[in-house]
């Protein structure tokens, strides 16, 4: 091992993780937090890994949910945060909620309680030093201003965001293609576009109206003022455009122009809503211009409402604050290292994840790859068909990028979801007759996560 230290700035859940899983692999690690010198406008105590918003790490149910079978999985890897959420948790049904104070004071007791692990309480004013060699940043969307003005500067300002602007991503086999049909706007051929690259769904103007007059009366979520962002006219909420007029989204990102839908082509949509491809596996699908402040409760059941959306099922709904994370498929490796400087690893929801648990998961393997670099070694990256491979390859190069709506970048930061995973054949059984809906869903899910597990298995 070698004897120079694997330096990680910011002790949240990404950092926390990857401290722990590097110390574990046998590497000494030092853990850079400013929180105990300066503050956060979200944070109250000086705690590793403490909850800012929900308490709930969402289902735990490893065969039939993404984020349950993530669980799983790191906790077969030792994640130090699995094991503080189950030696913490609250009653929550199905789900995996945890006594928020418990579970940050046993991540920080562990992480202090370490023989390979060091805390320094500083805030970094800038780059970190060139005899650092092995660095982790897992700053989370909080990152200190003079460490953003330091990335900023090693980046490029075209690849760190502030706040999203996250338009609703659907799943591919859950519009109904017999309402949709594919083609660009002008059948416009792009950079690898054939002229078919969008799904459309047509709405009168009726089924128009009534959509509008939902967006307008949609309780919307509210925000701290620390995860408050002005608008742009580039990115409005869909609800703030329906209030500035019934006929504003139909000559914005619902116009109907330059495209015919080919089952009734004499009849021209008096709206159209389109979706882009998200991932190279084209499972994803993102509702273009679709970015909204509105409560998650609400949002599926108005989107239902636009035809082929009827049995839609969404693997991100849509938002719109503040969050600091960089265009990781632009800047980062298939190792998560930095191109413009190696030495560079990110970790957590600064690379473009969403959730408690998604965030651990992106330190988990960077903590182990920094760590095997320390060893001399090369560590391979979990399989793709695992959550935790589907995850890091969403982040490093599963995304397509594409210019949005808005005209600004398109990568926005992601839960784990089945759509992220490559397909898996199922055959019906022998003894059903007709093997749709929901019984055919949870069979592919089972095939899924056991795939999963048995190629994690080999992995580790």
Not at 368 to 394: F, N, Q
Not at 417 to 430: A, R
């Amino acid at each position: 091992m070698s004897n120079e230290p694997i330096h990680i700035i910011g002790g949240g859940l990404a950092g926390s993780e990857a401290a722990w899983q590097a110390a574990e692999a046998g590497a000494t690690v030092i853990v850079h937090e400013m929180r105990g010198v300066r503050g956060t406008d979200a944070h109250s105590t000086e705690d590793f890994a403490e909850l800012v918003c929900s308490n709930s790490f969402r289902s735990d149910d490893h065969e039939q949910n993404a984020v349950g079978l993530l669980h799983e999985e790191m906790r077969r890897c030792g994640s130090i945060i699995m094991r503080m959420a189950d030696e913490h948790k609250l009653p929550a049904g199905g789900a995996l909620a945890v006594d928020r104070h418990g579970f940050s004071a046993g991540v920080t007791q562990a992480i202090e309680n370490h023989p390979r692990i060091t805390i320094v309480r500083e805030e970094l004013n800038g780059w970190p030093p060139e005899d650092w060699r092995h660095v982790i940043i897992a700053t989370g969307p909080l990152t200190s201003p003079a460490l953003t003005e330091a990335i900023l500067a090693k980046t490029g300002e075209d690849s760190l965001a502030f706040f999203d602007a996250i338009a609703p991503i659907v799943h591919y086999d859950s519009v109904d293609h017999d309402i949709a049909w594919k083609q660009s706007r002008y059948d416009k051929v792009g950079p690898g576009g054939t002229g078919a690259d969008y799904l459309n769904l047509p709405m009168d103007r009726d089924q128009y109206y009534a959509f509008v007059e939902a967006l307008k009366t949609a309780p919307l979520h509210e925000f701290k003022d620390w995860e408050k962002v002005p608008y742009f006219d580039g990115c409005l909420p869909i609800e703030v455009m329906a209030e500035r007029g019934p006929e504003t989204l139909r000559h914005g990102p619902m116009k109907p122009v330059g495209l015919t839908n080919p089952r009734n082509p004499t009849v021209k949509p008096y709206a159209i809503v389109q979706l882009r491809q998200d991932n190279a596996l084209g499972s994803l699908w993102n509702m273009v211009g679709f970015q909204t402040k509105m409560r998650y409760g609400i949002q599926a059941e108005i989107f239902r409402m636009i035809p082929g959306l009827a049995n839609a099922q969404f693997a991100r709904l849509g938002g719109l604050h503040r969050n600091t994370f960089i265009n990781s498929p632009k800047v980062l490796g298939p190792d998560m290292r930095l191109k413009a400087d190696p030495r560079i690893r990110f970790a957590g929801q600064v690379t473009g994840v969403e959730g408690y648990v998604e965030s651990a998961a992106v330190g988990l393997i960077t903590g182990r790859l920094t760590a095997a670099e320390a060893r001399g070694e090369t560590m391979p990256l979990p399989p793709i068909t695992t959550a935790l491979g589907a995850l890091i390859g969403h982040v490093t190069g599963g995304h397509i990028e594409a210019e949005s709506y808005s005209g600004a970048r398109s990568f926005q930061p992601m839960n784990v979801n089945f759509g992220l995973f490559p397909e898996v054949t199922i055959t019906k059984p022998d003894d059903v007759k007709r093997w749709r809906g929901p019984e055919k869903t949870m069979a592919k899910r089972r095939a899924i996560t056991s795939r999963a597990l048995e190629d994690l298995k080999v992995w580790q």
